[in-house]
């Protein structure tokens, strides 16, 4: 059992000058508070130093347990006020670190389903056990002869009573030429009997299909019954399976109980019953910022300010860089922590707030079929899911009699550049026709947060969305689309280098990614809030584009530099 004095971790150093934030960090998009900075750095000199459990982070000042396989963690830190009026920060990592959920010094999961005389360890075992019998079915070797033998009788007799059937049509035909012989040559009363005899003949036939249709059918259904002896089993170990599954998950959800600050708690289960897929995902409350919300209510502690940094190497997809704060995690954590975080003071959502007001979109070309124009950062391309100003809108305004869709691609929200708008519903073919192609030439310049040795490269990195993260985007072998970006630098100075971006597809988030993630640049854009350090905006701008008029047929040259 922790106690509240065990987590609880005082400053190394006074902390009389620093200020109070007015209300708790809103989790999923922050700047860290200086508190929070300063608590982050403290546990991050305890995790160099201390020697109570080993884990390789892939740290390269971090000795331990090299030969480990290295793994990064999220390690969290909430600025707290205790009990007796002391200002101390709590500490907590996601998931497991060494194979262990306790720690000294962290804060203990929400529900430890590692201890032995919990249920989880029985539970799991009694699934497991089934898990293991059922491999010993899967393996029986019977398995294979029996469905080459049913797959053997089944070929056989279709075949048999494929040749049966084209030699009922063969016998059909000569009784058609006998008949008709018989008409010609035959008397009356032998006529009648060549009738009879072929009629006959026609049953017989008939009869052999039905008794060889009846002779494979039996044959077929004992080769069945062979296979589901051994398959039968299989089929019903694996619904026991799935129901001790579902009831340990089911237990398990029952057990995640977080509190609110007023005292009040709920399952995990039915924090998601309100979600579209009403199941939460693996893992869900078992990141650090619920972890570290929990122990502060359950020890009547108040809550100041919170951040989340990464610790290690990168994992394969996510972009994850080492001592760099990140916000909370949308899937597993939203639900959560809007539930934990009721009837608190927090700070607003900027994300709600129109970064475009007061902003204008400049036209610097306009005919009777396209516009181009010059999108500020920070600006929608189209109306967003709680924010409707964005460039189609200013473009619907401007052009009320336009015919054309108007948006027929789109800059990222915080990238800033040209933008073609179709005004004719004759240009929109070919305009879309284009970008389908790729035939669109279009160039990006960016500010990179690094100084890079290469000069020139190409990046083909496939992504996909983050399912548990959106809007985030994650590089993924197995299920990503393919991407590709040129990259060519201009200029280097004060640990920044200046680069032209040529993306040849257009994921989203492309750019960001593959300058941000370790098997790309390893660098990511100044300013970029999501997979870097944030700045006074993107340093991401699209500055040329060159298409052809869907009109004219005219090669057509823009460029807008950036005002970075």
Known sequence: MHSSTDCFTPFNQSI????????????FYYQPHPLCILAAEQLQQHLLSQTEWQHNFGVAED???????????????????NSQGEIGFLSAFSGKIADRNLLPHFVPPVFDMLAEDGFFRDELDEVTQVSNRLKELQADPQIDEYERHLASETANSIAEIEAHR??????????????????????????TALSIQLSRESVAEKNQL??????????????????LSVTDPIIELKQTRKQLSNALQNKLFDQYRFLKIDGEEKSLGAIFKQMPNHVPPAGAGECAAPKLLQFAFKHKM????????WWGSAPKSEIRQHKKFYAACMGK???????????????????????????????????????????????????????????????KQQFPDATGPLIVHRLDMSTSGLMVIVLSKRANKSLQKQFISRSVKKRYVALIDGELEQDEGVITLPMRGDLYDRPRQLVCFEHGKPAETKWQVVGRQSGKTKVHLYPKTGRTHQLRVHCAHHLGLNMPIVGDDLYGLKADRLHLHAETLELEHPITKEIMQFQAEADF
């Not at 009389?16 to 989790?27: K, L, Q, V």
């Not at 108040?302 to 940094?309: D, S």
């Open 16 to 27: 009389e000058t620093y200020t109070f934030p007015e209300r708790f960090t809103f989790p």
């Open 63 to 81: 000795a331990q347990d090299p030969a480990a396989p290295a793994i990064g963690k999220m390690f969290g830190v909430l600025v707290v006020e």
């Open 166 to 191: 084209n030699l009922m049509i063969e016998s059909r035909k000569s009784r058609k030429e006998r008949r008709a012989q018989g008409e010609t040559n035959l008397t009356d009363d032998d006529f």
């Open 210 to 227: 039905k008794a060889l249709k009846s002779h494979w059918q039996e044959r077929i259904d004992l080769a069945q019954q062979q296979l």
């Open 302 to 309: 108040k809550p100041i300010a919170m951040a989340e940094f």
């Open 333 to 395: 954590c939203h639900p959560i922590l809007g539930h934990m975080l009721e009837g608190m003071e927090v700070d607003d959502n900027p994300l709600l707030n129109n970064p475009a007001e007061g902003k204008t979109v400049e036209i610097i070309y306009q005919d009777d079929d396209i516009a181009v124009v010059n999108k500020p950062a920070e600006f929608l391309s189209v109306p967003g899911k709680t924010i409707e100003d964005s460039v189609y809108l200013r473009m």
